[in-house]
T-cell receptor, first 114, second 114 residues
């Protein structure tokens, strides 16, 4: 079965650079979620989109922005990168947005900021 | 606000031992409850879920029962294997929190020795 696809899988950037992470949800899924997992930490919710509109916002820094496109894929744009942004970034998708749907996670993008 | 509390790790067991990882939650409304597993260097995988009180989720020999009276969702397995070594996250998703993000516990690392 098709799963959530994230690209790139690994990314190395320097401080103050920008990065764009991409997420392709499971076909027919209309909701996308972004999470950040620091080393040894639990995943922290950043932002979500339902039907191409922002549906909820968590602890996403102002330097980050995201959007969901007409084909339901999503991109997380990160600017003015800081060392503390080094983390594993997960995307998840679900069908519907009523709070009980299972979220299926992608393999993550590991970002290292030097 | 909604939260998940799970037992601290690491938990170290011998192969074929009985596993319990405790998880309790705080939520307004009626959350869905999940256990996710993260193998070293990999993304989050859904292990099992339960969407209403007294439901039992089960998968790969793991079980957890949604206990509304004790607000718990403890993970159990009768006989662990070395391949079960991973980090286990308890999580909830509630439809009336003002958002539909998944809230994770801190994770419990399990080591299984041969």
């Amino acid at each position: 079965a098709a799963g959530v696809i994230q690209s790139p899988r690994h990314l190395i950037k320097e401080k103050r650079e920008t990065a764009t992470l991409k997420c392709y949800p499971i076909p027919r899924h209309d909701t996308v979620y972004w999470y950040q997992q620091g080393p040894g930490q639990d995943p922290q919710f950043l932002i979500s989109f339902y039907e191409k509109m922002q549906s909820d916002k968590g602890s996403i820094p102002d330097r980050f922005s995201a959007q969901q496109f007409s084909d339901y894929h999503s991109e997380l744009n990160m600017s003015s990168l800081e060392l503390g942004d080094s983390a594993l970034y997960f995307c998840a998708s679900s069908l519907g947005y009523r709070g009980r749907e299972t979220q299926y996670f992608g393999p993550g993008t590991r970002l290292l900021v030097l | 606000g909604d939260s998940v509390t799970q037992m601290e790790g690491p938990v170290t067991l011998s192969e074929e031992a009985f596993l319990t990882i405790n998880c309790t939650y705080t939520a307004t409304g009626y959350p869905s409850l999940f256990w996710y597993v993260q193998y070293p260097g990999e993304g989050l995988q859904l292990l099992l879920k339960a969407t209403k009180a007294d439901d039992k989720g089960s998968n790969k020999g793991f079980e957890a029962t949604y206990r509304k009276e004790t607000t718990s969702f403890h993970l159990e397995k009768g006989s662990v294997q070395v391949s079960d070594s991973a980090v286990y996250f308890c999580a909830l998703s509630a439809g009336n929190t003002g958002g539909f993000k998944t809230i994770f516990g801190a994770g419990t690392r399990l080591f299984v020795k041969a």
